[in-house]
């Protein structure tokens, strides 16, 4: 198996001081940190849809990257090669996971029932590629925004025809999620939103979009499917309001609708900061509510604004990134995806292997320092004193509910006004700059 990318060998850990780029510097997948090793840490998956799929056209300019695979007398046979390349591509970069919507890995046909074939024949491919190489499904998702009949969404879309069509394709996407072993399936509602008040009945759209994920809990429970579900917030692209906007929007939605047991959130990073939140804030609501799933990695642009899905190499956020896993007790069911691309103007075969070189390292890096602030425990003991007037008896009456506004009334007479003490975040921030390597 060594066809699409003949100049590239297994990726190997080669220490700090290798000068090497197609070598790792800090991702070393057997090290322990803290008991555990760096892959079960990460559990590192690539996907399909940029790294394969993604040929840099954008919305002023044709594809720029021409793939080898893509060389083929048919779009089935070019799904073929793709899929060996995929296979080649994570077996030398070395992940044990890999990611998919159902359209990235067969083309759709002219009937649901040709995609539907067309999909059977792709998977049984994967499947055998899975079992000899030892690459594993992280998690499958549907296509359910590019299609024209999408145009005003799927389960939200006011005509009911396009409702079916788009449970059509979830059902046969969680089945060859299943049939591969998924350990996850996605949902993320790319056209699930609105533009405006005048054409858009919101109430029913929330429920339809709500109504859509119990049919989807219920089949599979009907299958026996045990892989987690996951909802994957976004603010706005393409939709100019989503209704799965942030961390907070998709629970207040999931609570609504009582689908909070049935699904963990995969939160992506570029989709933090276009809601106007750090990564690490969506991490950590998502973590403190138990929702926090599985995570796709990458990072957007400051000067631009816009969902760029540029490769992770910002070593603050990846260390908080990390700080935040291990403080959850790290992924379950979930990994890291690269939700990333390289940059159009990146059009060697190379760049791809550069790219997630760059991500494994940034995030390797990050792990090594979120351990060190651990191990160190400066940053703990401080935010230990800081709440530490909650661990007194009087912190603990109002936590436990034993209090309320007339004896806190009288607490306050009694004691006259509350010390101002410093939050010292410039200290917090020297002891993050010791941690970062
Ligand atoms: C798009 C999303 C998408 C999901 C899967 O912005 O990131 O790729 O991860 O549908
Ligand atoms: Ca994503
Ligand atoms: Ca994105």
Wanted: hydrophobic share 40%.
């Amino acid at each position: 198996m060594s066809a699409y990318f003949p100049d590239v060998n297994k990726i190997k850990f080669e220490g700090p001081d290798s000068s090497n780029p197609l070598a790792f510097k800090h991702y070393d997948a057997k090290k322990k940190i803290l008991g555990k090793t760096m892959a079960d840490h990460f559990r590192f998956s690539v996907c399909y849809w940029h790294t394969f799929k993604g040929l840099g056209r954008d919305p002023f300019g044709v594809e720029t990257i021409a793939r080898a695979y893509d060389h083929a007398p048919s779009p089935m046979k070019a799904a073929e090669q793709t899929m060996e390349a995929a296979f080649e591509f994570f077996t030398k970069l070395g992940v044990d996971f890999w990611c998919f919507h159902d359209r990235d890995i067969a083309p759709e046909g002219s009937t649901l029932r040709e995609s539907n074939s067309n999909l059977d024949q792709i998977v049984a491919h994967a499947k055998q590629l899975q079992s000899d190489t030892g690459i594993k499904l992280l998690w499958g998702t549907a296509c359910l925004f590019a299609h024209p009949r999408y145009m005003s969404g799927a389960s939200t879309n006011p005509n009911p025809e396009v409702f079916a069509h788009a449970a059509a394709q979830v059902k046969k996407a969680l089945e060859v999620t299943h049939e591969l072993g998924g350990a996850g399936y996605v949902f993320w509602g790319g056209r699930e939103g609105y533009e405006t008040l005048l054409n858009t009945n919101m109430e029913r759209e929330l429920d339809h979009l709500a109504q859509f994920l119990h049919m989807a809990v219920d089949y599979k429970n009907e299958i026996g499917f045990k892989g987690q579900f996951y909802i994957e917030p976004k603010p706005c692209e393409p939709t100019k309001h989503q209704y799965d906007f942030d961390a907070a929007a998709c629970l207040a939605f999931l609570l609504n609708y009582g689908l909070e047991n049935d699904l963990k959130f995969n939160i992506e990073a570029n989709h933090a900061t276009l809601a106007g939140h750090t990564f690490h804030h969506e991490l950590e609501f998502s973590r403190v509510h138990d929702m926090l799933g599985s995570v796709d990695a990458n990072r957007g642009d400051p000067m631009l604004g816009w969902d760029t899905d540029q490769f992770p190499l910002d070593l603050y956020d990846t260390t908080l990134c990390m700080l935040t896993l291990l403080r959850g007790d790290g992924f379950k069911t979930g990994g890291l995806n690269f939700d990333a691309k390289v940059r159009r103007q990146s059009n060697d075969p190379n760049d791809l292997f550069y790219a997630h070189i760059g991500g494994m390292d940034s995030f390797a890096r990050g792990l090594k320092n979120a351990a060190k602030i651990i191990r160190d425990g400066r940053i703990d003991k401080l935010v230990g004193e800081r709440y530490a007037g909650w661990d007194s008896a009087f912190g603990k009456k109002i936590e436990n509910g034993k209090i309320g506004f007339r004896e806190l009334e009288q607490y306050a007479l009694e004691h006259g006004e509350p010390a101002i003490v410093s939050g010292q975040q410039e200290l917090y921030e020297l002891l993050l700059n010791d941690a970062i390597e």
